[in-house]
């Protein structure tokens, strides 16, 4: 199957309107931590209030994001997705507003706490609607979970973006506002469209334990793959301080994200006989070679070439797992699963950019990057020693994964 073809094939499951909803339904995501930040550090002119408060937005997501979907494998999609939206906007709504009015400390912490809880995870779910839509075929799969991939990794370089620009040419709290809206119009539609799961309550009871070896597994994989993402953003941010240009940090990390795109774009035209746990493998492998180099970046242009070749890594790693999910949770609990994937890279990627600060401050400008290559190489020892095909086999529908490990 041509890469178009499949493309096109893959759009037609769903209709270029979904499409369109999707992206701009998870552009929310990626504007909230930035946006909440400097929102509050501007109205409060402190650095450590702001940072509290996308603390707080950050574990809300974390932990809301397999809440929301689970409560949407069980009650359906379209249910679930409208009473996040609605929630999700008036908690955006009254963050701005408490902040902009001076408000008390702990209200905006709740506010941002109850942003992050309530994200409609318009990214996983769309994830479990093209796997369904699907229907088990291989080829329609890899296809819509790369157009998936593609769209994810465009929303999070477009989102503190746009964020950025509203911020230096409107106002801290206009780009928030701007989220609210997408949230409020495109997460809603999205929900509301004919291809949202039902849902079913009896069979997502029935479905069996989610934490089984295989998927943990993954888990482990994704938050050495956050770790990665938090690392390499403190260390763009100190090596181009340390060079004397701090502006290009934002435009040299962007690098990866459009890299990153590519590459996913790339992975529907691979060979059928390179089956995932080879990908995840070989990717991993990737992974760490692309890291490599940034221990010897000493110039913003090499580290500009050397985060952009990182990019190359990202995407098809990342929908391989995601494509993996589907072969080791039950159906009935696959929104679950793909949300809680993206809860483990985020509270990775805090606490990378957590460690790497730290280092940074102790040992230099390199110093992040060490943790990144650390990490892929945890990645690749990982999927070297446990991605295989047995191990990754498909899940029956209906039927519970195996090897368990503890119940969910």
Known sequence: MAVFT??????????????????LG????????????????????????????????????????????RLADRHGQRRIGLA??????????????????????????????LIGLSVPAVGPLSRSRWIRLADGDAELTSATLSLDGTVDEISFTAGPAMIGLLATLVDPAAGLLVGA????????????????????????????????????????????????????????????????????????????????ALAGLATVALPTRWDLPLRLRVGTALLLAVSLPLLAVGSVGGLALAIGGLGLAVAPQMITMFGLVERTVPAARLGEAMAALVSSITLAQAGGTLLAGLLAERHG????????????????????????????RRVPTGVPAAEPVTVA
């Open 6 to 23: 499949a493309f096109r094939t893959a759009a037609g499951l769903t209709g270029g309107r979904v499409l369109l909803w999707s992206a």
């Open 26 to 69: 998870r552009l929310p995501n990626a504007m909230g931590p930035i946006g909440v930040l400097l929102l509050v550090t501007h109205n409060s002119g402190s650095v450590w209030r702001g940072s509290a408060a996308t603390g707080l937005l950050a574990i809300g997501q974390a932990v809301g994001g397999p809440l929301v979907g």
């Open 84 to 113: 996040t939206a609605v929630v999700n906007t008036l908690a955006i709504l009254t963050l701005v507003g408490a902040s902009e009015t001076g408000r008390p400390l702990p209200e905006q912490l709740v506010a941002a706490a």
């Open 181 to 260: 809206a997408l949230v409020a119009v495109c997460a809603t539609l999205f929900a509301l469209h004919p291809t949202a799961a039902p849902g079913n309550p009896a069979q997502q009871r029935a479905a069996g334990r989610l934490l089984t070896t295989p998927y943990v597994l993954l888990l482990a994989g994704m938050a050495l793959l956050g770790t990665c993402f938090g690392s390499v953003q403190v260390g763009v941010t100190a090596t181009t301080g340390a060079l004397g240009q701090p502006g290009a940090a934002g435009l040299i990390y962007g690098l990866m994200g459009g890299t990153s």
């Open 365 to 392: 400008t390199t110093a992040p990057f060490w943790i990144t290559c650390a990490a892929a190489l945890a990645a690749c020892a990982l999927a070297a020693g446990t991605a295989t095909g047995r191990r990754y």
